[in-house]
């Protein structure tokens, strides 16, 4: 006949006061406490997040507001420029000053002046 033996692990016999020396009792003071601690942390840390997000933001439009007067000033020294050029321009451009300039080139004034009216007596067709 055969026997069937089973071996079982010795029991660790704990006894109820080694059970409250490896776990003690947390107080309700200190879960208080553990709470409070946690919320405050918590709390500084959105204020640091928002108070850096702040400073970002305050940067970024310091940034914007000097790149803004920096075109502001391009703007207006380029139409002080356009301005200088126009008045150049009507200064060339005057009848006077063509007509010096053509007679110091040689060039005299013309005797047969011819004007070509275009109201309705030329008509003009497109060529196919």
Known sequence: MAVAATKTAPRASVTE?????VLPPISRRYRKRRGVILARTVFCILAMVSLLGYIG????????????AELVKNMRQVE?????LKA??????????????ASATGMTPGSD???ISTHGDVKVA???
């Open 17 to 21: 006061q080694q059970q409250h020396k």
């Open 57 to 68: 933001l305050y940067a970024q439009v310091t940034i914007y507001g000097y790149k803004r």
């Open 80 to 84: 002080m420029e356009n301005q200088a």
């Open 88 to 101: 150049e321009i009507q200064t060339l451009s005057s009848p006077e000053r063509l007509a010096e300039v």
């Open 113 to 115: 002046v011819v004007y």
């Open 126 to 128: 497109r060529a196919d």
